[in-house]
């Protein structure tokens, strides 16, 4: 089965960049037609989707967060990876990975705080 798993810093200074790796196992990153992406929910607020990668490699986000976000992957290591820029105590949330397919996503990583703050 699909399983995801997010990591990297739990606290992230203001002004400095968020960067997280999601970890794919049992299935692979490239197999078409799945996309993969990042949402976040900010303490006390909805799911907000921040961007994806496709398993073609190309990218989609936000009209938001697009001027500051960045996703990649590594296929060598089926991850991928979100940069989120200039952050703010705003940017303060649980963020998860997933795999979207038929217009949802099915499968989800279980999610890792992220606080920025001084």
């Known amino acids: 089965q699909v399983q995801l798993q997010e990591s990297g810093p739990g606290l992230v200074k203001p002004s400095q960049t968020l960067s997280l790796t999601c970890t794919v196992s049992?299935?692979?990153?490239?197999?078409?037609?799945?996309?993969w992406s990042w949402i976040r929910q900010p303490p006390g607020k909805g799911l907000e989707w921040m961007g994806v990668i496709g398993y073609d490699g190309l990218t989609d986000y936000s009209p938001s967060l697009k001027s500051r976000t960045s996703i990649s992957r590594d296929t060598s290591k089926n991850q991928f990876s979100l940069r989120l820029s200039s952050v703010t105590p705003e940017d303060t949330a649980v963020y998860y990975c997933a795999r979207e397919g038929l217009g949802y996503a099915r499968y989800w990583g279980q999610g890792t705080q992220v606080t920025v703050s001084s």
């Open positions: 049992g299935g692979s990153i490239t197999t078409s037609y799945y996309v």
